[in-house]
Nanobody
């Protein structure tokens, strides 16, 4: 089992940047693929990005492609989400998630069995 804690949320103006971090503890971090999801008030949870165990493969949701970058540091048991050119519609609670799945990397929340508590990102216009 792995425990996840997110850091780095906050208030930022539209067009700005923010970096989210997720620290993992428990089982070997490199044994999990990692992902970021978000949920805005009144909306369903949305896939943001995911990264493979060694970090060589990444996928992104259409809404963030070209603006967000996911990365990981297995030595530090951490995954990051670099968010650039933020828009008000990026406002949401962002969740870090870990997956023990060995299927192809895909934007499916059911693949992720471990979740952090979430961190709020608010983008003002």
């Amino acid at each position: 089992q792995v425990q996840l804690v997110e850091f780095g949320g906050g208030l930022v103006q539209a067009g700005g940047s923010l970096i989210l971090s997720c620290a993992a503890s428990g089982r070997t971090f490199s044994g999990y693929r990692m992902g970021w999801f978000r949920q805005a008030p009144g909306k369903e949870r949305e896939f943001v990005a995911a990264i493979s165990r060694p970090g060589g493969d990444t996928i992104y949701g259409d809404a963030v492609k070209g603006r967000f970058t996911i990365s990981r540091d297995n030595a530090k048991s951490a995954v990051y989400l670099h968010m650039n050119t933020l828009k008000p519609e990026d406002t949401a609670v962002y969740y870090c998630a870990a997956s023990a799945s060995w299927t192809v990397l895909r934007p499916v929340s059911d693949d992720f069995g471990y979740w952090g508590q979430g961190t709020q990102v608010t983008v003002s216009s």
